[in-house]
């Protein structure tokens, strides 16, 4: 089992729609990043947290360090939505990083 | 654009072969991560140096080394390069341990 797991693995969505992905961890954590990959191959940080809830424009990520749980929302998606996003998790132990397998998310116009 | 220069972007060299890749981090920015992103592995972290120290180090094989320079830019150099050592090659800089980190553009190499 991996120690960062995602789902879904893929998802499809209409444009407007609210969605949500999670992320599961297994590992003692210092931080938990969320990151997008766009189809390009580039990645942005979207969020870092270890408690407690962040907001930037129509994303929204949570995270509930007793059930070792994280989810991403995303407001009004949008075709430009589409992309891979990615949950880490920085361990406490060594500081390294552990990556889920990323989810697939595409928005339809 | 975050910053964080890679070079080169494309590399293409043959089994047996030796290349380094170079990551100038952003401006201020004490920190780099190396990581490596393959189509069967997904991301995997490979070492990370803060101030020109190793700081923590994940999958990276005893073939692949790195080091961080008194300037801040980084060097990950792979030697012996096997077929399956084809992957993106991704930097990373943030201004301090814990913060949040910025990626470079990536480093593709193919191994023929």
């Known amino acids: 089992k991996n120690e960062v797991e995602q789902s879904p693995q893929n998802l499809t969505a209409q444009e407007g729609e609210f969605i949500t992905i999670n992320c599961s961890y297994s590992v003692g954590i210092s931080a938990l990043h969320w990151l997008q990959q766009h189809p390009g191959g580039g990645i942005v940080s979207l969020f870092m947290?270890?408690?407690g809830k962040k907001k930037h424009g129509r994303l929204i990520a949570t995270i509930n360090i007793q059930e070792k749980h994280s989810s991403l929302h995303i407001t009004a998606s949008h075709p430009r939505d589409s992309a891979v996003y990615i949950c880490?998790?920085?361990?406490?132990?060594?500081?390294?990083?552990?990556f889920g397998a990323g989810t697939r998310l595409t928005v339809k116009p | 654009d975050s910053g964080v220069t890679q070079t080169p972007k494309h590399l293409i060299t043959a089994t047996g072969q030796r290349v380094t890749l170079r990551c100038s981090p952003r401006s201020g920015d004490l920190s780099v991560y190396w990581y490596q992103q393959s189509l069967d592995q997904g991301l995997q972290f490979l070492i990370q140096?803060?101030?020109?120290?190793?700081?923590a180090k994940g999958n990276i094989l005893e073939r692949f080394s790195a080091q961080q320079f008194p300037d801040l830019h980084s060097e990950l150099n792979l030697s012996s390069l096997e077929l399956g050592d084809s992957a993106l090659y991704f930097c990373?800089?943030?201004?301090?341990?814990?913060?949040?980190?910025?990626f470079g553009a990536g480093t593709r190499l193919s191994v023929l």
């Open positions: 140096y803060y101030n020109g120290e190793e700081r």
């Open positions: 880490a998790v920085s361990s406490l132990n060594n500081n390294d990083m552990r």
């Open positions: 990373a800089s943030s201004s301090d341990l814990g913060n949040i980190q910025y």
């Open positions: 947290l270890s408690s």
